[in-house]
């Protein structure tokens, strides 16, 4: 019921904000998760860095705009989403933890190119590859540039603005999506998560 309500609201809020801006909707709605997840990643690599406490809480408010209530109640969800490191891992528990998450959404997407590729189709729909769980968005990438992402299973293609600086970097920029590549340090972990070709 909870959730219920939160979505009721959220969409009365970009109904409001959308008739006020004289835009779509849906466009505000989409705006507003993307400002959403957003927020959410800003907390996670602040934490993530080492900050805690009313230190963290000063960078989410300064960064994000939420007041601090509001930080407050995000810090708290996204500490229960997320494990805090193991510092004494060779690759640390967060950065294995991104990459396996990209890794299942590659996995997912050959899955469902595999009934795409080979039948003529130009381009077709993928499943986002980044390291957020709980990103669901999809976007259409060209039938051969998929191929060639594939070649490198350290690559992956993501939207614009889901990459994760701290753990990979942006190798190509296209309309619609970005491909990334992993840090050296996670390459092992992501070269044995791999699916055979």
Known sequence: MRQGQDENGARRTA???????LTDPEQVIAELAAGDHRRAFIVDELADAGYEGSELLGYVVALTGLDTSE?????????????VPDDGADVPQRD?????NEVAFRAL???L????VGTGTRAFEIMCECSDRDCRRVFTIPTAEYEWLRQNPRRFAVLPGHEAPAVEAVVERHDGF????????THDLVDGLASPP
Do not use: D, S
């Open 178 to 185: 970005v491909v990334i590549e992993k840090h050296a340090e």
């Open 109 to 111: 997407n050959e899955r």
């Open 71 to 83: 930080a407050a109640r995000l810090i708290a969800v996204r500490a229960e989403l997320v494990p």
């Open 15 to 21: 109904e409001w904000l959308a008739a006020k801006t």
């Open 96 to 100: 294995a933890r991104l990459a396996a």
């Open 113 to 116: 190119a595999a009934t795409e």
